[in-house]
């Protein structure tokens, strides 16, 4: 059965981000962290009673589309309920807009939690949250009064209609269009691809979050509007009104999450209505891209422990072989290279639930909002390229029967592989880290951050704990990269773009490992200091992390510096 790592969370609400100001900020006092970490375990017990045991089921049947409409696994509408009416969908969503407005880093612990369960399901869920979040940002008293409470509730869901077939990542190539009608609302036409959850059988509405141009429209990304667009429109006193005149053409056949339906949607002259100023489009719909960004990274945490936890088990139960300098019987988690398995698995997600926790903390801190927004890229393509890894390294633990779909393991590979191509594909955040984050205010944030992490590594050297090993000079080293590269990164980026551009997505994984380094430092010596009884494991953990995964940041700035004229000199291999 799944555990959710409560524990864990517990531990970097009280040591780490500082929760209990967090919770008593975002409550107006009258939650304690006490009861937050009360919440998560009840949490952790819905995901893994109700969700988890639903998620090979919705994997074998997938969603079905028949006579026009799609249809959910068994078990997926009784679960939504049961989640809907427990109040897990409004426990992170604004009061003002119905929700019991706990902090993102309670919510995102949840997000954990049920993509570890059930990933397929979490993604309907998540999507809401983000339609919320962009309607209370950007629409009218109107729009905000119809549509907030039944999305807040979990009585509709919401979808995010971005690209078509045409445009792909490129949307300056979209084309649905949005005409004007006389009583104020808009004509909506076009069609839009890869629409997660654009239909199904779970609620008795969908919002749809819809790109469009309207007739007045400059060309490219700047001319886009935003419009919600429901596959109901709604009636009088909240009761539903007439079906809409959007249709649903196809569900993909996909390589996983196959109980998520992900839609082709026509629009053919649907009633939709603006959401924020015309031509903002664009900027509206980023508050929802950034939510989905951060909790894309959150999912990959999530569906690699569910793996990770299940390769712990299998090598705590399997013998086979004989391990040196142990008893008979001894089972494999004792082989050297399957503890070196294991432990690469265990301390990058902890890692990457120590990052996870901490951008949610600087979101939920007004003051921190840049450096949160300049960490967003970094986590989601760092988190979801190493959330893989460890998903196939759950797999080699395994063996042979890893690869067969009866054991289980193989669907969290299927599932997880979609993740770095979501919401951005990892190339794109790392262009934006190169060309945006990293160059603004001429990367003055960088620095900041970087003298903060080196902070940290002064106290490892400090402490003179033979425990650590050589964690201090190890995450020195990798800082020292890190600096180097991005000094060369930003002037390039001016001087010889492409030469940047061929080193963003090595850059983007140095700076993973190395802040996932700096991070787990930051908790062994949280642990230390506050005489955590299992302060061995988070300091074990930094020190693996920092001498086998954050020494990479080395190799990694030479791919960065020296590697750009090797991709431009192969013309002969790529258009021979």
């Known amino acids: 059965m799944y555990q959710a790592p409560v524990g864990d969370y517990e531990f ?7 929760g209990a100001r967090l919770v008593a900020a975002a409550t ?73 407005g706990m902090p993102l880093v309670v919510s995102s612990a949840t997000v954990e939690f049920w993509s570890a369960a059930n990933m397929a399901l979490s993604i309907a869920v998540g999507l809401s949250g983000g339609a919320v979040a962009a309607i209370a940002a ?50 909506v036409t076009g069609q839009k691809i890869f ?43 909240g009761r539903l009104g007439g079906r809409n005149r959007v249709h649903t053409v196809s569900v993909e056949h996909k390589l996983g999450i196959r109980a998520s339906p992900t839609c082709v949607l026509d629009y053919d002259g649907a009633t939709g209505f603006l959401l ?47 391990v040196l300098e142990r008893p008979a019987g001894t089972a494999i988690a004792e082989h050297p290279d399957v503890r070196r398995l294991l432990l690469s698995m265990g301390s990058a997600l902890t890692a990457m639930r120590a990052l996870a926790t901490q951008v949610s903390a600087w979101l939920d801190d007004t003051r921190s909002h840049r450096l949160a927004e300049f960490f967003l890229p970094v986590f989601k393509g760092w988190a979801t390229e190493t959330g893989v890894a460890v998903t196939s390294d759950a797999i080699q633990v395994h063996g042979g029967v890893g690869y067969v779909e009866e054991t289980g393991v193989a669907q969290y590979y299927r599932d997880i592989r979609i993740l770095p191509i979501y ?43 033979p425990a650590f090993g050589t964690t201090g000079v190890k995450l020195r080293e990798a800082l020292e990269a890190l600096t180097r590269t991005s000094k060369w990164l930003l002037e390039r980026v001016a001087s010889a773009p492409n030469e940047a551009l061929a080193g963003a997505t090595p850059y983007l994984q140095q700076f993973g490992a190395t802040l996932g380094g700096c991070m787990l430092a930051s908790e062994a010596l949280g642990a230390k200091s506050d005489g955590i009884t299992d302060a061995a494991r988070y300091v074990s953990l930094a020190r693996f992390f920092a001498e086998n995964i954050a020494v990479q940041a080395g190799a990694l700035e030479r791919t960065v510096t020296e590697s750009a004229e090797s991709v431009a000199a192969a013309d002969a291999v790529l258009l021979g």
């Open 12 to 18: 970097l609400f009280r040591h780490v981000v500082d």
């Open 28 to 100: 107006g006092g009258e939650a304690t962290l006490d009861d937050v970490v009360d919440v998560l375990r009840h949490a952790g017990t819905f995901a893994a009673r109700v969700l988890d045991p639903l998620n090979a089921t919705g994997d074998r049947v997938g969603a079905r589309f028949e006579d026009g409409a799609v249809h959910t696994p068994p078990g997926f509408q009784d679960a939504y309920r049961a989640f809907t009416e427990a109040g897990w969908q409004s426990l992170g969503l604004p009061e003002p807009a119905g929700g019991a």
């Open 138 to 187: 950007a629409g009218g008293e109107q729009v905000r009064r119809t549509y907030l409470p039944p999305l807040v509730s979990g009585r509709w869901t919401g979808t995010m209609n971005l690209t078509e077939p045409q445009a792909g990542t490129d949307l300056a190539s979209i084309r649905t269009t949005a005409r004007p009608l006389a009583d104020g609302s808009w004509s």
């Open 195 to 237: 629409i997660s959850w654009g239909d199904h059988d779970l609620t008795e509405n969908i919002v749809h979050l819809v790109l469009a141009r309207t007739p007045d429209a400059p060309a490219g990304l700047a001319g886009l509007s935003l419009f919600v667009v429901p596959r109901h429109l709604p009636g009088a006193a």
């Open 276 to 322: 924020g100023e015309r031509h903002q489009g664009l900027a509206a719909m980023f508050v929802m891209m950034n939510a989905a960004r951060l909790g894309v990274g959150i999912q990959a945490l999530g569906v690699a422990d569910r793996a990770y936890q299940r390769a712990r088990d299998y090598a705590g139960q399997r013998v086979q072989g004989r």
């Open 423 to 465: 919401e951005g594909t990892n190339g794109i955040q790392a262009i934006d880290l190169v060309t945006r984050k990293l160059a603004a205010n001429g990367g003055a944030s960088v620095w900041a951050l970087l003298d903060e992490l080196s902070a940290i590594v002064k106290q490892v050297e400090a402490s003179n704990d």
